[in-house]
Each structure stands twice: as C-alpha cells, then as structure tokens.
C-alpha cells in the first residue's frame, strides 16, 4: 500500500485523474439530490442563493483561521467571476435536471471537456496537442449517442450553458498563484456570488420545510466536496491531460438514474458510455 500511495504521489496526472473520478461521484449525488428538490416549489434561485449561503456559512470559520495571505483576497477578480459563472450554471443545472432525465442531462454536462480545451489554450497558454482534440471529439461522439439527438429537449441548451461554465471555471484556476489556499478558493467563490444571488431569488421566494431544508444543508455538503476536488485536479496537470476524465460522471448519474427514478437507459446509452471510457483511456495515455 505505501508503494502504492507513494506511485500516486509521483505520479501527479494520475492522482489528478482520480481526483477529478472521485468529485463526479460525488456530485453524482448532488444531481440527485437537485433532481428531488425539482419536485418541491423551490425555486433555482432560490435554490442557488440557500446553497451558495451555506456553503459560505459552512466555510467561513476556517477561512478566518487562515493566514493573510493565505486568504486570496489578492485573487478577489478571479474569484468573483468563477463565483457567478459557477452561479448561472447552477441555476441550468437545477431547470435542466426538472425537464431531463439525469443521463440525458449529464450527457450534455460531459461536453465540458470539449469546451476546456480550446479554453485552456486560449485562457492559460496552454499547448494542446491534435491528438488531444482527436480523443476529446471521440468522447463527444460518445455523449451523442448516450443523448440521442432524435429525442432533444429545449433544456438541453442549458445544460450546454453549463458544460461552458464549468469548463471555464476550471480552467481559470490555473490563473491563481501556486500554494493557495483550496479552503479560500471554495469560499470566495460562493461569498463573491451571494448577492446576485439573492437578488434574483428574493422576489421569486416560496416557503420550505425541515426536509427541504436538510437537501440543501446535504447539496451544499457535496458540492463543497467537489468543487474542492476540482480546484486540487486541475491546479496538479494540464486540463488537456485530465479533462477526459470528468466523463466518468455519466456512468454514475446513469446508474442512479436507474435506481432512483426509474430511468433505465436504452441500448444507445450504454454504447456511449463505452465510448467515453475508451476516450478516458486513450488520453490517460497521451504523454
């Protein structure tokens, strides 16, 4: 195990790649959790403003711990704009859970990848090689034929909104300062967007119960968790080496979707996923 351990620690890209697994089964959950508050009169901005409160609330007594310039009040522009990019794309990604089936929906959200690349170039100088493209492309075929374009619903182009602010958000990490604070990125993302945030929910409020309550505390828990996931995969190796990897989402959401909802996939759906694992191996091994 510790030869194991100590591999991992090599091997950044690898550890990365986990990390990057490891968040998309987690938010997995929150995509259920999302999909049973669609079922309440919760609004999405609502939604939004409690959860990014929470977070915040959850966070704020350990930010306050952390040194001056641990705390990444330098970064406040970088932060501020991540906060309501992940803001906007959270509010599609609770209308498009309501109107899609959770495979469909996340069929879309794995084009996030796609987007990082391009992104990445162009935010963060990266170099991208073709073949990088190539397997990307080949993932994305891969959530074409898990969506079935036949069957294409007008939520769809807000879970494509989404896919571009995660994409975006991710890459922008790489624009803050090596040895910040994780703790501080997560908190001031959410504490930057709170105002927007209730602006838009305010005067669309409806009252809630314990148990809707204790969804949000849940959601807020998890997301917690994979933004942190992502901020440490994505500030370890280039976005053009693990983004592939954030695919793996699909299969966890299908299989929830199966078990929670009743959403059992056709024949279509697990042909891309196979896809998609193929497109996750074949980029692992680009060097």
């Known amino acids: 195990m510790q030869q194991l351990m100590a591999r991992m620690t090599a091997d950044r890209q690898i550890l990365a790649i986990l990390l990057l697994i490891l968040g998309n089964l987690t938010i997995s959950f929150g995509d259920v959790v999302v999909k049973l508050l669609g079922q309440t009169d919760v609004t999405a901005y609502q939604y939004i403003a409690l959860r990014f409160?929470?977070?915040?609330?959850l966070l704020l007594p350990f930010w306050l711990r952390l040194s001056p310039e641990k705390k990444g009040l330098g970064q406040w522009k970088i932060h501020l704009i991540r906060g309501h990019l992940l803001l906007f794309g959270s509010i599609c990604v609770y209308i498009s859970l309501i109107y899609l089936p959770l495979a469909t929906a996340n069929a879309v959200f794995y084009a996030a990848?796609?987007?990082t690349l391009p992104l990445a170039a162009l935010l963060s100088k990266e170099k991208v090689r073709p073949a990088a493209y190539g397997v990307s492309?080949?993932?994305f075929g891969g959530i074409l034929l898990v969506l079935?374009?036949?069957q294409w619903h007008w939520a769809g182009w807000l879970a494509l909104f989404t896919a571009f602010t995660m994409a975006a958000s991710n890459v922008l990490v790489r624009r803050l300062p090596q040895g910040r604070s994780v703790l501080a990125t997560l908190f001031l993302t959410q504490a930057l967007a709170i105002p927007v945030g209730f602006v838009l929910a305010v005067p669309v409020w409806q009252p809630m119960n314990g148990e809707i309550w204790l969804l949000?505390?849940?959601?807020?828990?998890?997301?917690?968790v994979y933004q942190g996931t992502c901020i440490l995969a994505y500030a370890m190796a280039d976005a053009s080496k693990i983004a592939a990897s954030e695919y793996s989402g699909l299969l966890f959401v299908t299989v929830m979707g199966m078990v929670m909802f009743n959403e059992f996939p056709a024949l279509h759906v697990y042909l891309g996923a196979a896809v998609v694992i193929m497109a996750i191996g074949l980029q692992r091994k680009l060097k």
């Open 148 to 150: 079935n374009p036949g």
């Open 216 to 224: 949000l505390v849940g959601i807020s828990l998890i997301g917690i």
């Open 113 to 115: 990848p796609l987007m």
């Open 53 to 57: 409160l929470m977070t915040s609330l």
């Open 137 to 139: 492309l080949l993932g």
